[in-house]
């Protein structure tokens, strides 16, 4: 990977998460639920296969998946760290304009 891609797909993950956890936050009225919720996108997004595997087969999805993550690259590491700091911050940002006064729905 191309150091300007790593630091592109960093910064898009980051926004992307900050975004998304910051309307969720909002509108939910709960600070911390995409920080909570992050995990599970996280194993989405590194699995190869369906979804309803995780119902249909627990005994063997699970255990696919967190080999998969166990051998994820530093990069992609970093890249989807990033979007959980993304997470992070949206929760901090939240509760500071609260805290400042400002009353989102």
Sequence with gaps: M???QFIVSMLL???LFFG???LLNMILRSSWLMAIVY???VLFIVDDFSWTKYFSAPGTAFPTVFEQLFNLK???IVILASGFVGTLVAGIV???LRKSGYQMF
């Design 2 to 4: 191309n150091i300007v």
């Design 13 to 15: 993950f980051f926004v």
């Design 20 to 22: 998304i956890s910051f």
């Design 39 to 41: 995990p599970i996108i």
């Design 74 to 76: 530093l990069v992609d």
């Design 94 to 96: 939240i509760k500071k």
